[in-house]
């Protein structure tokens, strides 16, 4: 946290320094670059012509959002999109939720696809996944392609079951640009940024740059939150065009909590119940907010090609790796007893030097005397602890205990590492055959990988001083290995004659998975997880200038996870893969200053992978080897239509508003016995989903000043899959404001300065859903960012 301060002050001084000796004479390209204008053509992307539906994310979106927040909440204004996270800046990879359609990315499922400039993300879960948040800063991004159901045939990912969001990166500047940027906002939020753009460089371009943010969290200001990363990129032209990328992300997050029943919200809907100070009391401490905690590294780098070989044949080829290095942190209020010690003895758990390496648990310990023995509270006590979790039983009250006695406790660990590598090939060749334009395109996809997983439980070195943790482990309780590679092929063709192009295609996923364990305590296992021969294909109609008519249908595939693995004694025998059937009808239509498109779509969801979660009303088990099991239940299905409209009445003005209704029920299993035991109620609503969202906003700019503002409707979601619970609709408002230095002295041609504020009329309400519990919606934040060009 310190070398992060530190950093920041170093950035943002050289910013200062640098603008104290600016000339200013500055071009007026990089002024419209500091400030991000955009031209009318640039307001809204409906889509591109395909035979679904598509859209991506304006300079207008992009705007709506500080320097500080995730990219992912930049799609969030598009049709059939919704994203919430634990607070404003994204700074809680746990609490992060995402929902295409009927479809939803969060802490239990991942069925929308990620890609990152058309690369795969590794998958979104939380052990040893990547989102995209971990591989772009914000101001290093172009936009965000959302393809909300059929998908391209292409898309390289194993989670695409509803769609998929692709993080395009920036390419370097044409003219050599220094770049510095400095936020500050609410929640003690600090950012400072740098790039330098060399310009072209005889057919050569690059750019690196460096950020640092940090902000606490809005509950009660205690978590520590810091995040560093490192970017660059080249792209060079020529007969072969090539591009590289690199990024190294670090981030530390302590993480907000879900609220499990609607009375926890009633109550106080401005707390998630974990605590910002440490009391000395374990049972209290477990919900120490700086002991549940994220941290991350990642570091990703890809380098492609592509090259037209003769007229209509084109090639592309990429390889790419990726290393993930994560820690998830719980506090568990006792230490785990795995030393047969005996009665009356110190236990070795409390000794630094000491390790177990697999093992069970032989029981808890809650208090010891100053010799390191086990104590039992005294016959007959009744706790008068009464939080968290309803209260605790005598052996966590220390009133229970003679005095002298000593709390224990754990900082529990789950340590991920993943390292994997891939490549990509396709091709296309488009023929002229006169009265038909024929292209055939095709292409293969490989990855292969391992992710490693440990789970180490420290002591707490003294519960009666801080939550300090000794670095040696007392028990390592699994270590385990999961190797695991994905290969997949298509091909299309696509035939156009006259107004009309037809597409078909087929694709075809073929995924291997292991469990290693490396401590030989349970059985390793291996899981072939092929998909059959998956079909696809449509039809675009353009019956006049700027209409287009489409419809489209797909086959999706998401491959068996490792995480089905990491419960050693579940029957994986009767596991399949969850597919999805995905059937869109639509138009859009662009005449420039008028955009519009609707889209009507259906999706048919099998085989549904359910997760229980361990972690309930009565809080976390922590001893369990992971937290909670997997099955088929069922499935979903979902239909429903986007509409979305944007126009531009004035130069400077564009409006924009979109409407989407989705109704999702989960499907039964067919067995009412399983469907009771997992609370599935045939034809209940999906949890999660809004039936109803629309977004209306206005930006505004004069090429000087600009300014905008934005609402959206989210509607009433059930939090848990027995919709026994209602997450009440809300209507949330961003807006933001901007000018460029020269309309306040010719001396400030280089500064632009901007106001983002979020939630502004501070609504509350419940935000992300996941696992039968919600979090708490972030309040009003606001940013002020400075931004200076050279």
Known sequence: MRFGSIRFHVLAGAGISALAAS?????????????????????????????????????????????????????????????????????????????????????????VGITIDGLPNGGSNYGGGAKANRYIDSMNIETVEVSQGTADIGSLSNE?????????????????????????????????YSRYDTGDLGGVRAWISASHQEATDWINSSAENWRDHFAAKFVTDGA?????????????????????????????????????????????????????????KNTFAYLKA??????????????????????????????????????????????SSFTAEGGSALGQ?????????????????????????????????????????????????????????????????????????????????????????????QKIIDTRVGYEFDTTPYWIQYNREYPQSTFKWFVEDQVTFGFVTANFGIKQFINNLERNDVYGETSDVKLDSTSKVLFSGGVQVEPMSGMQLFAGYAENFKALGDEILERPDADLGNIEPETAENIEVGARYNAGFVMASATYFTSKFDNRIIFLSNETTAGPNYLIGTNGSYFNAGGIDADGFELLLSVQPV????????????????????????????????????AGIPEDMFVLSGDWTDGTFRAGLSGK??????????????????????????????????SLQALDLSLVVNNVFDESFLGGISGGGAWIGAPRTVVFTLTADF
């Open 23 to 111: 000339s200013p004479a500055v071009a007026q390209e990089t002024a419209e670059a500091a400030s991000g204008a955009y031209s009318a053509a640039e307001i809204i992307v409906t889509g591109q012509a395909t035979s679904y539906n598509n859209s991506a994310a304006t300079d207008a979106m992009i705007a709506l959002q500080t320097p500080l927040t995730s990219p992912l909440s930049m799609v969030d204004n598009l049709p059939g999109v919704s994203v919430q996270e634990g607070d404003t800046f994204g700074f809680d990879d746990w609490s992060t939720t995402v929902a295409v359609r009927g479809f939803q990315t969060n802490l239990d499922e991942q069925q």
């Open 160 to 192: 695409a079951l509803g769609g998929t969001l692709n993080f395009v990166t920036s390419d370097p500047e044409m003219d050599r640009r220094v770049r510095f940027s400095a936020s500050i906002g609410e929640n003690d939020a600090l950012r400072a």
């Open 240 to 296: 072969v065009r090539f591009s590289g990328y690199f990024s190294y992300d670090d981030t530390h997050e302590d993480n907000y909590q879900r609220l499990f029943s609607p009375a926890d919200f009633a109550a106080d809907p401005t707390w998630d119940q974990l605590t910002a100070e440490w009391t000395g009391i374990p049972y209290i401490d477990q919900v120490y907010r700086k002991g549940w905690s994220t941290l991350r």
């Open 306 to 351: 592509e090259s037209e070989v003769s007229p209509g044949i084109n090639l592309r080829a990429g390889a790419y790796y990726h290393h993930n290095w994560g820690r998830g942190d719980w506090v568990p209020p006792y230490i785990v007893d795995v030393a047969a010690d005996g009665a009356g003895n110190p236990e070795s758990e409390l000794v």
């Open 365 to 457: 310990i809650f208090f010891v005397d100053a010799n390191g023995v086990a104590l039992a509270p005294m016959d007959g006590c009744v706790s008068s602890i009464t939080f968290p979790y309803g209260g605790a039983g005598p052996e966590y009250d220390p009133a229970c205990y003679a005095p002298g006695a000593i709390g224990v406790q754990s900082y529990r660990h789950t340590n991920y590492k993943k390292d994997r590598y891939g490549f990509t090939g396709d091709f296309s060749w488009e023929a002229d055959l006169g009265s038909v334009v024929n292209q055939l395109r095709g292409g293969v996809w490989y990855e292969g990988g391992k992710r490693k997983e440990t789970r180490s439980w």
């Open 651 to 686: 130069q400077g003005l564009t409006l924009y508003g979109s409407y989407t209704h989705v109704s999702s029920e989960y499907k039964g299993t067919g067995d009412a016995a399983v469907d009771t035991a997992v609370g599935i109620v045939p034809g209940n609503t999906v």
């Open 713 to 746: 409707y989210t509607g009433d979601r059930f939090v848990d899959i027995g919709n026994s619970w209602v997450a009440d609709a809300y209507f949330s408002a961003d807006a933001y404001i901007g000018v460029r230095g020269e309309a306040i002295s010719e």
